[in-house]
Each structure stands twice: as structure tokens, then as C-alpha cells.
């Protein structure tokens, strides 16, 4: 099986984590500035293809849309139009970035390295893949 990669996009960063072979767990793997997300992912799809990408879906409390959600609709239309292939999921991602923000304070990281967006941003793209993984 391949891995399984997860985006939790922004408008200046996006959060990368990736599913083990198996596709049971999810780790966080890097942060990157958005603008550089389509050079990574070429990279990364010549390294070691992917067959399934899970992209963070913005809504606000009540369900609707959040407004970086047609930023990243755009953006998704790109990495097919790129790797037609290539299944993209939308799954929710609300409170992912509070509750990573919280992991990394219960895991012990210091003040100084969570307000290091980055450190967040690949922790709430792990939270995203992990609950994709749950449900299937």
C-alpha cells in the first residue's frame, strides 16, 4: 500500500503529515510556506508516489465555509489538473490547530517552539489524516 500524505493548508503555510505503509497512523512531516506546496509535491510525488491526498476542508462552527476555502479549492483544482491520478478526500479540520496547539503543550514543548506556527501547522495536518484514517 501507499502512504497516504495530508494537507492542512493556509494561506502563508501548509502542514504536511503522512500515514505509515499501512495506513494506520499518522505522523507529522514538515511545514512549508504555500506558495512553495506545488514544488514540494512534485518532489515528493518523484521520491515516493502517493495515490491518496487528504486535504483539510475550512468550515466555521456552524458548517459553512471558511473564507480561505476558495483559496484552497483553487488550489486543490491545481494538484489534480497536476496528478490527475491522484484521489484527493476534503475532510473536516475544525479545531485541528487548537488541538495541536494542545498536544504540543501536553508533549512538554516549550512556549517559545509552539509559537512557531510551523511546529502547529504539521501537528494539525497529522490530527487531519489520523481522524481520516478512524473513519474509513
Avoid at 502542514?15 to 510556506?33: K, N, R, W
Avoid at 510525488?45 to 458548517?63: F, H, I, K
Avoid at 475544525?94 to 517552539?113: E, I, N, P, V, Y
Amino acid at each position: 500500500m501507499a502512504k497516504i500524505v495530508a494537507l492542512d493548508i493556509g494561506m502563508k503555510r501548509t502542514g504536511i503529515a503522512e500515514s505509515d505503509a499501512l495506513q494506520m497512523m499518522a505522523f507529522p512531516l514538515v511545514t512549508v510556506y504555500t506558495e512553495e506546496l506545488m514544488g514540494f509535491l512534485r518532489s515528493r510525488m518523484l521520491e515516493e508516489p502517493c495515490e491518496e491526498l487528504v486535504v483539510g476542508a475550512p468550515t466555521r462552527w456552524d458548517g459553512s465555509a471558511s473564507e480561505v476555502a476558495n483559496f484552497i479549492n483553487d488550489l486543490c483544482e491545481k494538484i489534480q489538473s497536476a496528478w490527475p491520478q491522484l484521489r484527493i478526500v476534503r475532510v473536516d479540520e475544525r479545531f485541528t490547530s487548537s488541538l495541536a496547539s494542545d498536544a504540543l503543550l501536553r508533549g512538554g514543548m516549550k512556549k517559545s517552539k509552539r509559537q512557531e506556527k510551523g511546529a502547529v501547522d504539521k501537528v494539525a495536518a497529522a490530527l487531519i489524516l489520523e481522524n481520516y484514517l478512524a473513519q474509513r
